[in-house]
């Protein structure tokens, strides 16, 4: 494929005149141009898709089959795919390859779980006035599910809503982040050549404003599946009515480190965790609760460990710390250091920008009303906030809206425990950073984190509908 790309709507790649370019994110020069999507296409897009639920039901084993496949084509373009993932997103090589194994072990899963879709024998004949009847579920899918992707993982996200979907038999309308459109683009092909029926994936590009605005008020979809900032899913849970709707939204992680914790572990691993893509992914530590016993070890080693985080070009393998997505946001965030700063926080490391480049950064001394703690940085920023007080601690890092994922480190398990049921996240890790996940397990937030859970096994559940049938016998 040349750098030019088009929506993919019906089995077509369709051109439009208004294009979209996309720029490398490091060099900062148009990467790809890409056809924007009309209202017209957005239609078309829906439309194809109810036509194609309606006419196509794949059996579970063709889904298997199609999943599999395309699987298989994506570990041989593994290298194509890294790339367009560290173009358009900016992310570090090698992160980039990492995403694309993530990928391949989604698409899977998901592969694996279009064959275990079943529902539950019910014992209606318990009921008193019911001996002669039997009853059992089954699941069925949805119809057409629209998905909304942000640009941080604009493959593996991506596959978390196209592969359960397809797998429970679906037909899928896909608006991808304006970006990062590119690496979805290319999937799509990659599920064309793996012999998905042409309708069943439609991949639509444009503003969130007008292609996403345009989705949430088609009642031709009836599940949305969303991944992005919590002011958007706000919008959209606001304009998508009585519709079915699953929500992967922000957080501002937490990570405790216990007194007593392995410190060198703790700070070897958040050294890393806290910056790597420049601190751009929804579970990036950013709030470290560090007994007041530790902290200056803790905070000594830390610096000590970010030394060796290479921070430039995205397309060096030794990169960890790669452009910001944008300027704006690089800008965003020195700002909000500035902001803490100036509020009488103490920036020990980092804290500078040179146009998409922002230095990891360590500030102490913070506030917890301060933008860097109580909101999502979604930068190379981490905070550290010295406690005395378990307790006292787990009721200050649940006063944030969010409850993502968190993470602590301690080798008591009395305390690992204790903060496993009183921390409110959706996962809590222990002995590792909030940023731990892997692509079977069940994730998904709570409060202004969102609701519902991916990973294959759990959005299938939310992309298909309990049926319930009951048999009235006559013996
Ligand atoms: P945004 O919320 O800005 O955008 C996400 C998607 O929503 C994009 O495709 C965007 O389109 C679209 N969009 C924007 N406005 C609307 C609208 N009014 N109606 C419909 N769609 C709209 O998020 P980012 O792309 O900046 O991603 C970062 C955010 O995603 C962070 O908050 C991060 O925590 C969260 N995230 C959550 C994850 C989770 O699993 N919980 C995982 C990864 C990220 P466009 O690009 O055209 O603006």
């Keep these: 494929m040349s750098n030019n790309f088009d929506l993919y709507i019906n089995g077509k790649w369709v051109t439009t005149n208004e294009k979209l370019d996309v720029l490398n994110k490091y060099t900062q020069g148009v990467y790809a141009q890409v056809s924007k999507a009309s209202e017209r296409e957005v239609d078309q897009a829906i439309e194809t898709a109810e036509n194609a639920y309606k006419t196509m ?35 570090p090589i090698k992160q980039a390859q990492t995403e694309v194994d993530r990928s391949i072990q989604t698409l899977e899963v998901s592969a694996e779980e279009a064959k275990r879709i079943s529902g539950t024998g019910i014992p209606v004949e318990a009921a008193p006035g019911s001996e002669n009847r039997m009853a059992f579920t089954i699941r069925v899918p949805v119809g057409i599910v629209g998905a909304i992707t942000p640009f941080n993982f604009p493959l593996n996200l991506v596959v978390h809503k196209i592969g359960p979907a397809l797998a429970a038999g679906n037909a899928v309308v896909l608006k991808p982040a304006s970006a990062t459109p590119v690496t979805s683009l290319r999937l799509a092909k ?19 404003s007008t292609v996403g605005q345009q989705m949430q008020q088609d009642k031709r979809i009836s599940t949305y599946t969303f991944t992005g900032s919590a002011e958007v899913g706000l919008k959209i849970k606001q304009n998508t009515g ?8 922000g957080n501002n992680s937490p990570v405790i480190v216990d007194k007593d914790a392995d410190v060198d572990k703790a700070a070897t691993t958040l050294a890393v965790a806290g910056f790597s893509y420049a601190g751009q992914t929804c579970i990036t530590p950013q709030r470290l609760y560090v007994h007041a016993s530790i902290k200056a070890k803790f905070q000594e080693k830390l610096v000590a460990a970010m030394k060796d985080l290479k921070v430039g070009d995205p397309s060096d393998e030794d990169t960890v710390v790669g452009p910001m997505i944008t300027e704006d946001d690089a800008k965003r965030a020195e700002q909000w250091v500035k902001e803490a700063k100036q509020a009488g926080a103490n920036v020990i ?21 301060m933008r860097v703690v109580c909101d999502e940085v979604f930068a190379p920023i981490v905070s550290i906030i010295p406690y005395q007080d378990l307790d006292a601690c787990i009721n200050e890092l649940n006063e944030s809206p969010y409850g993502l994922q968190g993470g602590i480190f301690t080798e008591n398990l009395d305390t690992a425990f204790y903060a496993a049921k009183n921390v409110q996240v959706g996962g809590l890790i222990i002995n590792d950073s909030s940023q731990y ?39």
């Design 437 to 475: 996940r892997v692509d079977l397990m069940p994730y998904g937030g709570v409060k202004d984190s969102g609701s519902g859970k991916e990973g294959p096994k759990y959005s299938i559940e939310d992309m298909t509908e309990e049926r319930l049938i009951v048999l009235n016998l006559n013996k």
């Design 190 to 208: 990659l599920f064309e050549e793996a012999g998905l029926p042409a309708g069943l994936l439609n991949v639509i590009v444009g503003s969130g």
């Design 242 to 249: 009585l519709n079915k709707l699953i929500l992967e939204l």
């Design 349 to 369: 490391t980092g804290g500078k920008r040179q146009g998409v480049m922002f230095s990891p950064t360590v500030i102490t001394d913070v506030t917890k009303d």
């Design 57 to 91: 039901q794949l059996s579970p084993y063709k889904r298997y089959e199609i999943l599999n496949k395309a699987k298989e084509l994506l570990r041989a373009k593994k290298a194509e795919f890294a790339e367009s993932i560290m173009m358009e997103a900016g992310k």
